[in-house]
C-alpha cells in the first residue's frame, strides 16, 4: 500500500468515527429526553427541562356554578402583583367577572374571563416581535424582554384578555410575575404555580371558598382523559367563547 | 429638451422661518412623545378599551399618504405620461418623508421604543405587522434607488426597472398598512379584506393632495414658473381618486350593512348619536370627499389654483378625520363576547368605549407631520429635486394648449 492510498483510509476512518461520534451526540441526548417526556406526567416536569406538548392545560369554568364572588379576581391579581391605580381604564385586568343578561327572557348569570389561552392565538399571530408566544403545553404567554408595546395583540384579541402596563410600577413587582410599564400582560395560567405542580391562584380561591363540590374551576390536561377537567368535559360537555372564530381555545365554559 | 433640476437657494427669511416654524411644532412632538413615554400611557386618552389613539391616526394617515405620493413618479415611468416625469423626483421626496413622519410617530407612541432595534431583529413571519415593518424599510430602500436612477445618468437604466419594482411595492405596502385592520377577525369594524384596495385608493387621494399642495407652494414660494398644464393634471388625477375612495368606502359600508351581525357596529358609525357618526358625514364625506370633488369641478373653481389649494387641504383634514373614524370608531365599538347577550363587567364589557384624546397625543401627531415638511423642506435645497421650470412648453414639447 503506498502512502497516499494509507492516508486515504486513515482519512475515511477518522471521518467516519466522527460522523459517528456526531450523530450520537446529537440524537442521543433526543432519544433520552423522548424517553423521559413520555415517562413525565402533569406537574412533575423537572424545571430544567423544556416544555412539551405532552399535556394541554385547560381550564373548565362551570357557569351555573359561578356566584360572581370575584375571589378568583382577587386572589389572581393578588399573586401577581397587580393593582388599581385608581384608573379604571388603564388598570389592568387579568380576570374579570362579566355578567351576562338576556335581553328576551331576562336570563342573568356571570362568569370569570380570562385569557382563553387559544390553540391559534391571534394575539401570536399578529406579534411582530415573537412576544406573544404559546407555550408547546398550551399556555399563552408575553415574553416581557422582547414586547415592544406595539399593542397590536390587544387589537387582535378577541376576548379583551390582554392589559397594557400604563405607568410605572413601584413595589408592585413580584419576582414570579414579572411585570413593566409600556408592555402587554394577561393571565399566564400561574404558569409558576403550574410548572411547581400547584394550581392555579384563580382555582384554588374557587374551590376554598365554594368546597370542592360547589366550585366553578377545574384546572388540568385536556389530553389526558382521566383528568378530572377531561371527565367532566366528557360527561357534561363544554362550550368555547365565540367558538365561531375555531381559535380552539384552552378554557372551556359550561352553563352558556 | 433637457430640464434643469436646482437646489432652492433657502436663504430667504421666509424659509428659514418656515424650517423655525416646522422644527418647533417637531420639538414640541418630542417634547410630547418624551412626557407620554416617562409617565407612561396613563397621561395620554388611550386606555386598555381604546388601544390605539390619535398618534396612530395621524401615523397611518402619513403612512398611507407616503405611497399615494409616489404616484406621480410611477405614472409617469410605469404608464410612460411624459406631463409627469419632471415631478418624479420630488414625487420620491414627499414619499419617503411622510413615511418617515408616519413612523417616525408609531415609534414614539410604542409603550417601548427603546426596543425599536428588537422589532428590527426579532421577526415573527406571521404577522402582519413584521410584514409591514419589512415593507416600510423595502420602500425607503426601493425610493432610494429609483431616485438615484431618476437623479444620476449613470443609473439611468435603472430608471424603469427601479421605478415598476417601487410601484409593486407600493401597492403591496398599501394593501399590507390596510389589512393591519383588515385581519382584525374579532373586531365588527374591521375584518374585512375590502380595507387594503380601500387603504390603496385613500393613499392615491392623500398622497396627490400632499404633493400638490408641496408642488404648488415650493413655486410659489421660490418664484420658479410652474404652468397650468401640470395643475390640470393633478387636479384631474385628485377627481378620479376621490371617486375611487367613494366607491371603496360605499362597498365597505354596503358590505357590512348587508351582515345582521354588522348591523349594530354600522348604525353606531354612521347614524349614531356621537361624534363618530358627525365625523363621518361631515369630516369624511363632506369636507373630505363632497366638498374637495365640487371644488375641482365647478366651473366658478375649477381652474383655479387657490380652490386647488382649499381642496388639496380638505382632503387632507378629511384623510385625518377618516383615519379617527376608523381607527378610534372602529374600537369605540366593544368587542361582543357573547353574541345576543347584554355584556357587563369592571372592565367595560358591552358598553361603548369613551376616549378623550390628550394634548401630547396630537402633539406628537402634528410633530411628526412637522417632521415630513422640514425634510421636504431641507431636501429640496440640499440635492436638486425641483426643476427649474414646469411650464407647458417644458413638461410636454409637443402641448398645444387647445388640445388639452
Known amino acids: 500500500m503506498s502512502n497516499e492510498n494509507r492516508i486515504d483510509t486513515y482519512r475515511r476512518k477518522l471521518l467516519g468515527g466522527g460522523a459517528a461520534l456526531v450523530a450520537g451526540v446529537t440524537i442521543a441526548p433526543g432519544v433520552i429526553l423522548n424517553t423521559v417526556a413520555q415517562a413525565a406526567k402533569p406537574g412533575d416536569r423537572p424545571l430544567d427541562r423544556p416544555v412539551d406538548d405532552s399535556v394541554r392545560w385547560g381550564l373548565l369554568v362551570d357557569a351555573n356554578k359561578c356566584d360572581g364572588c370575584e375571589k378568583c379576581v382577587t386572589a389572581c391579581h393578588e399573586t401577581h402583583g397587580v393593582k388599581s391605580h385608581g384608573r379604571p381604564e388603564t388598570d389592568a385586568q387579568w380576570i374579570r367577572v362579566v355578567k351576562l343578561r338576556d335581553r328576551k327572557t331576562g336570563y342573568e348569570q356571570q362568569l370569570p374571563v380570562m385569557c382563553q389561552h387559544c390553540k391559534h392565538p391571534p394575539c401570536v399571530d399578529v406579534c411582530p416581535t415573537g412576544a406573544s408566544m404559546k407555550r408547546a403545553d398550551g399556555i399563552v404567554l408575553v415574553d416581557k424582554h422582547i414586547c415592544i408595546g406595539c399593542r397590536y395583540c390587544m387589537m387582535a384579541c378577541p376576548y379583551k384578555a390582554r392589559s397594557f402596563i400604563h405607568e410605572s410600577l413601584e413595589g408592585e413587582q413580584l419576582p414570579h410575575a414579572p411585570r413593566g410599564k409600556g408592555t402587554v400582560e394577561s393571565c399566564t395560567m400561574c404558569v409558576y404555580r403550574v410548572d411547581n405542580g400547584q394550581q392555579p391562584a384563580c382555582v384554588e380561591a374557587c374551590a376554598a371558598e365554594h368546597g370542592e363540590e360547589g366550585k366553578a374551576l377545574i384546572f388540568g390536561d385536556l389530553k389526558d382523559p382521566n383528568s378530572e377537567i377531561s371527565q367532566q368535559l366528557k360527561k357534561y360537555g363544554g362550550k368555547q367563547i365565540r367558538a365561531d372564530l375555531k381559535l380552539d381555545t384552552g378554557v372551556r365554559y359550561q352553563g352558556i | ?404
Request: no cysteine.
Open chain 2, 1 to 404: 429638451m433637457s430640464v434643469e433640476f436646482r437646489e432652492i437657494e433657502g436663504k430667504s427669511m421666509g424659509y428659514l422661518g418656515l424650517l423655525a416654524l416646522l422644527g418647533g411644532i417637531l420639538a414640541l412632538g418630542l417634547g410630547a412623545a418624551y412626557y407620554m413615554e416617562h409617565n407612561g400611557h396613563w397621561v395620554t386618552g388611550m386606555t386598555n378599551q381604546i388601544v390605539w389613539g390619535v398618534p396612530h391616526v395621524f401615523a397611518v394617515f402619513l403612512i398611507v399618504a407616503a405611497t399615494g405620493a409616489l404616484n406621480v413618479a410611477s405614472v409617469a415611468t410605469v404608464f410612460n405620461r411624459h406631463v409627469y416625469k419632471y415631478m418624479g423626483r420630488l414625487s420620491g421626496l414627499v414619499a419617503i418623508s411622510l413615511l418617515a413622519g408616519g413612523l417616525m410617530i408609531l415609534v414614539l407612541d410604542l409603550g417601548h421604543p427603546d426596543r425599536l432595534i428588537v422589532a428590527m431583529t426579532h421577526y415573527n413571519f406571521k404577522s402582519i405587522f413584521a410584514w409591514n415593518m419589512i415593507l416600510y424599510n423595502g420602500f425607503f430602500a426601493a425610493v432610494f434607488v429609483y431616485l438615484w436612477a431618476m437623479m444620476d445618468r449613470n443609473a439611468r437604466p435603472l430608471y424603469k426597472p427601479a421605478g415598476i419594482f417601487a410601484f409593486a411595492w407600493r401597492i403591496i405596502l398599501t394593501t399590507g398598512t390596510g389589512s393591519i385592520f383588515g385581519f382584525l377577525i374579532a373586531r365588527e369594524a374591521y375584518n374585512s379584506a375590502v380595507m387594503g384596495p380601500m387603504f390603496v385608493a385613500m393613499s392615491f387621494a392623500y398622497g396627490t393632495a400632499i404633493f400638490t399642495l408641496v408642488l404648488l407652494a415650493s413655486y410659489a414660494w421660490t418664484g420658479r414658473p410652474l404652468g397650468d398644464l401640470v395643475v390640470r393634471r393633478l387636479k384631474n388625477m385628485l377627481g378620479i381618486f376621490l371617486v375611487t375612495v367613494f366607491y371603496f368606502v360605499l362597498v365597505f359600508h354596503i358590505a357590512s350593512l348587508y351582515v345582521a351581525q354588522r348591523h349594530g357596529v354600522e348604525e353606531f358609525l354612521l347614524f349614531g348619536d356621537n361624534i363618530y357618526s358627525t365625523l363621518f358625514w361631515v369630516g369624511q364625506m363632506l369636507i373630505g370627499l363632497v366638498v374637495p370633488f365640487a371644488l375641482l369641478y365647478l366651473p366658478g373653481t375649477s381652474g383655479s389654483r387657490f380652490w386647488l389649494v382649499i381642496a388639496s387641504l380638505l382632503v387632507v383634514i378629511g384623510g385625518v378625520i377618516q383615519m379617527y373614524v376608523t381607527i378610534i370608531g372602529g374600537q369605540a365599538w366593544p368587542l361582543d363576547l357573547f353574541p345576543g347577550l347584554e355584556e357587563s363587567s369592571s372592565f367595560f364589557d358591552g358598553v361603548i368605549h369613551p376616549y378623550h384624546p390628550s394634548l401630547p397625543e396630537f402633539l406628537l401627531g402634528l410633530g411628526g407631520m412637522a417632521a415630513t415638511l422640514l425634510m421636504i423642506a431641507l431636501g429640496v435645497k440640499i440635492l436638486r429635486f425641483l426643476p427649474m421650470s414646469l411650464e407647458d412648453h417644458v413638461v410636454d414639447p409637443q402641448h398645444h394648449k387647445a388640445a388639452d
